[in-house]
């Protein structure tokens, strides 16, 4: 099924290409969350776009066997870690409840 899944993504939408590259890249950035249990190195973080999207701050996840069990995993795209601290903030941030 991994082998699939790379071949199904090899070809990622224009829109992801677009982003990648740069031509469709947002703006603007709104610092939405830090995890506070991180010592607020600024990692993981998590921000709001100008045009409606989000991105993620996180160091990048380097283990072989990890990134192995990635699925739909195309070339251009990395993986980040986050803490469950910052998905807890994100998950309040978007429930309009307290993490």
């Given at each position: 099924?991994?082998?699939?899944s790379r071949t199904l993504?090899?070809?990622p939408d224009r829109l992801t290409q677009e982003i990648a590259h740069g031509s469709q890249a947002a703006q603007q950035l709104?610092?939405?969350a830090t995890d506070p249990n991180t010592g607020k190195d600024g990692c993981p973080s998590y921000y709001a776009t100008d045009d409606g999207r989000y991105i993620?701050?996180?160091?990048?996840?380097?283990?072989?066997?990890?990134?192995g069990q990635l699925v739909n995993f195309p070339h251009g795209?990395?993986?980040v870690i986050i803490t469950?601290?910052?998905?807890?903030l994100i998950v309040a941030h978007h429930t309009g409840t307290t993490a």
């Open positions: 099924m991994r082998e699939r993504s090899e070809q709104e610092h939405i993620v701050q996180g160091y990048k996840l380097t283990s072989d066997h990890a990134r795209e990395d993986a469950k601290g910052l998905a807890d």
